[in-house]
């Protein structure tokens, strides 16, 4: 290709265009190999993990762009390496996006993930020491709300709410006397494993009470947000954060949004902070992702995975599984499993033999460790963008029902999900 259309004022020539690769089959045959058996387990397994989902061709054709060899520490208009009229171009069209996306005044769309985003917000309103309330992670919250296990727990003080011993949703009444309390810096809510909608505006009130800055981390929700299902964070939250590849349906990665007070200071802790050079191949498919949101058909497709969780709840219910909370409004599912006497490994073990992804998940007040747990978290994103609606999720309940209680044949309950994947393939993915 030479260097035409490399040099300054012609940044809209030919550098974009790429050469043939290299057929990877005869380059790596191993490695070609492994690729070639994941494009059939995605397109014969029905994947239920609530914090998966298939992004789109064009997404996955920006995580293939010669952008992965560029170098970009920095920011837009401020980098520390030559060359980046492209790469500037790019991350400004990603933040524009974002924050159309999501009403926010400013985005930093670096984030490798939403542990990382996480993070780098603490490290930017608080010092090491300062105490953190976030939601205990048996309780549906998130490693990085302040557990022991993680690093968000040995910086910082964390100390955590749970769920309302009736109802399974969110404690307000805890949360607002565990602030009163122990005065945090940092008020974090949303989470892992969260089937209902979270009440912004009176997490909101109770930070502004105890002078707390209030985080939304909507990493699971935020497709959900974008496409007007739920509620935004903002203006009751001072930062969200977000993953980009869950209901969002975009690349791994994450995202901070603030209100422009704190964008000096976001912006600083993701880098130099806590990272060095951006992934410019996976900023560009953050943007493609934000643009296919920006579209009509991206909210009917938020409202239709709503709809299949609910449904698929719905019949989980008939056949005697209990729901912690009762139900969703959310994407996902969390069964409580000891009514079947089964552990949510075992529940994992047997929906897997007979192609369905799904994971074990800690329910509240969970008597079993997490190896084990009492719960299961089922999604219906992943199977929404492959085009199923409320008859599937009837099916895919009775398919569930008959693999826990071992009143369906193994082989013919693994003819029936092959039947439902190869009707609803994965779209734009070699091999549909």
């Known amino acids: 290709m030479g260097l035409r259309g490399c040099f300054p004022g012609r940044v809209g020539g030919n550098c974009a265009a790429m050469e ?22 995605q397109q014969e397994c029905l994947t239920l993990i609530a914090s998966e989902n298939h992004c789109s061709a064009a997404v996955r054709a920006c995580l293939s762009s010669p952008l992965t060899d560029k170098y970009a520490e920095g920011y837009p208009g401020a980098r520390y390496y030559g060359g980046c009229q492209v790469a500037d171009r790019v991350e400004a069209l ?10 926010a005044e400013h985005a930093n769309v670096q984030p490798h993930s939403g542990t990382q985003a996480n993070l780098a917000v603490y490290m930017a309103l608080m010092e090491p020491g300062d105490t953190l309330l976030g939601m205990d992670l048996a309780a549906g919250g998130h490693l990085s709300h302040g557990s022991r296990m993680s690093h968000t727990g040995t910086i910082f003080q964390g100390v955590h709410y749970g769920v309302h011993p009736e109802t399974g949703q ?4 805890e949360v607002e006397a565990l602030a ?16 209902r909608e979270v ?5 909101g009130g109770i930070a502004r009470r105890v002078g707390a800055w209030l985080l ?3 990493a699971h929700t935020a497709g959900l947000v974008a496409g007007g299902v739920h509620k935004s964070p903002f203006p009751h939250a001072d930062v969200v954060t977000m993953t980009t590849h869950k209901t969002l349906r975009g690349p791994r990665g994450g995202m901070v949004l603030c209100k422009a007070e704190l964008a000096r200071r976001i912006d600083k802790s993701v880098f130099p902070g806590g990272q060095g050079g951006p992934l410019l191949h996976v900023i560009a ?11 009509p058909e991206f909210k009917a497709y938020a409202a239709r995975v709503v709809e299949n969780a609910v449904r698929l709840g719905e019949g989980l219910k008939e056949f005697g599984f209990d729901l912690v909370s009762g139900g969703t409004d959310t994407h996902l599912l969390l069964l409580d499993l000891r009514k079947q006497g089964i552990t949510g490994q075992q529940a994992e073990t047997a929906l897997l033999r007979v192609g369905i992804v799904a994971n074990k998940n800690l329910i509240p007040n969970d008597p079993r460790k997490a190896r084990e747990a009492s719960g299961l978290r089922l999604g219906t994103a992943a199977v929404t963008t492959r085009g199923m609606g409320p008859a599937e999720m009837e099916r895919l309940a009775r398919i569930i029902h008959r693999a826990l209680t071992g009143t369906g044949e193994e082989e013919t309950l693994k003819a029936q999900v092959l039947e439902l994947a190869r009707a609803f393939p994965v779209p734009g993915m070699s091999g549909s």
């Open 20 to 41: 043939p690769a290299e057929n990877l089959s005869i380059h790596d045959p191993e490695l070609a190999s492994a690729l070639a058996d994941e494009v059939a387990r």
């Open 94 to 103: 990603a933040r524009e996006r974002a924050t159309a996306l999501f009403g």
């Open 170 to 173: 969110p404690d307000y009444d």
């Open 180 to 195: 009163e309390r122990c005065k945090p810096r940092v008020l974090v809510a949303g989470g892992s494993a969260l089937p």
């Open 199 to 203: 009440d912004w505006e009176r997490l």
């Open 216 to 218: 939304a981390d909507i």
């Open 285 to 295: 498919a953050k943007a493609c992702a934000f643009g296919e949101a920006l579209k």
